[in-house]
């Protein structure tokens, strides 16, 4: 969930830059731009590492868990 968000609202913040580089007005302003930009990087850290924790948690099997075996 938190990398969806992320990425939404990087596509409002990249909408919002092309838009005003098209000349067709910005929404946002500058300090609103940067919040937006801010809180999709921190969003995405936040679904990065979440992500890397489920991955962690999973059994694996790989060369390491068989030589254990031997």
Known sequence: MTLSAAVLLFLAFFGNV?????????VLGDVAEMLMLFVSSILFVIGVL???????????EGPSDREEFR
Do not use: Y
Not at 18 to 26: E, F, I, K, S
């Open 18 to 26: 092309a838009a005003g580089a098209l000349g067709a007005g910005v």
């Open 50 to 60: 979440a992500r890397e924790a489920l991955a962690g948690m999973a059994p694996q």
